[in-house]
């Protein structure tokens, strides 16, 4: 059979879900096609009755794995798939996502629990990032689309010391400034349009911060993340989760 996850990738997962305890993986590969699965549903979109069948009942693997996103087993991938981040440098910005119909009422009055909400884009989530200097994901936020990108700023960047921060000039803050030099951080944000006093920042630093850009395209290459149908805002951050790991993973 032609495996979507290479030995190598796989084998790293391997060692990952060794360490766990209370999941079932003594057989590797009845593991394996858990995973594979997991991935197809991720990279096609496709609906989880929709699997092919030599995948097993797409219920079964459906259920498994929110149990494991409950038990933070996907973060804990991530976790643990972050080997030597390069924080010389890091980067921080959103991007929008289009939430299909299907990921709305899975409780009255929960879109804002569940980061859905109304923008320009429509009915859309924002998935908020900071990435290393390479441009490998380092922590990861949802929230509705129409929310603003500076109100996650602190959360991304507090443990974060010593480093270069690339942004937007949506983080051009007073507040998330003066964070950041408290942190030890220096801050290359240009400054807004309406900032009486500009501040200075370092344009040939800023020219790095495409690689953000690079990594949301990267994410956006699994239509299971590229448009949002799933309807409880952990279950989709699950799937950046395992997204994530495989990208440190390469």
Known sequence: MHYLINDTDF???????????????KDVVRLRMFIEAIFYVCRSGCQWRLLPTYYGKGRSIHKRFVDWNKKG?????????????DLEWVMIDSTIIRSHACS????????????????RGGFTTKIHAVVDALGNPI?????AGQRNDITQAKHLCKDISN?????????????FIK?????????????????????FYDEHYYKE????????????????IFSRYDKCAQTYLGFIYIVGALIWFK
């Not at 709305?104 to 923008?119: F, H, M, T």
């Not at 964070?179 to 501040?199: D, F, G, Q």
């Not at 911060?209 to 299971?224: L, S, V, W």
């Open 163 to 175: 480093a270069l921060v690339l942004a937007d000039k949506a983080y051009d803050s007073n507040n």
């Open 179 to 199: 964070s950041l030099t408290e942190a030890y951080c220096v801050p290359v944000i240009p400054s807004r349009k309406n900032r009486k006093e500009k501040r």
């Open 139 to 143: 922590n990861f936020v949802l929230t």
């Open 11 to 25: 084998t790293k997962m391997l060692k990952f879900f060794d360490q766990i305890k209370g999941i079932h993986k």
């Open 104 to 119: 709305a009422g899975y409780k009255k009055d929960s879109q804002k629990i569940e980061a859905l909400g109304r923008s």
């Open 73 to 85: 087993i996907w973060k804990q991938l991530f976790e643990f798939s972050k080997n030597d981040p």
């Open 209 to 224: 911060r495409n690689k953000i850009e690079c990594f949301f395209g990267k994410i956006k290459h699994f239509r299971r």
